[in-house]
């Protein structure tokens, strides 16, 4: 019998990963001077995308379940 991880937990791992692949993607973007300098608002826009993406793909996650 396998327990599900915590559904605050999951919310959380779903969140650090979109952000850490959402991040990436930016210094990538910046070391190949596609996008030299964000603006603040930006990246906290990234932020909000990815905590409310995180938690949409936890809820849909734990509802399959």
């Known amino acids: 019998m396998r327990r599900s991880p915590n559904f605050g937990v999951t919310i959380f791992l779903y969140i650090a990963g979109i952000l850490l692949v959402m991040f990436a ?3 990538l973007l910046q070391a190949f001077n596609v996008l030299p300098s964000i603006p603040r608002g930006a990246v906290w826009a990234l932020v ?3 905590v409310g993406s ?7 996650s734990q509802e399959l379940r």
């Not at 938690?55 to 849909?60: F, K, S, V």
């Open 25 to 27: 993607i930016v210094l």
């Open 48 to 50: 909000l995308l990815a």
């Open 54 to 60: 995180g938690i949409l793909a936890g809820m849909r």
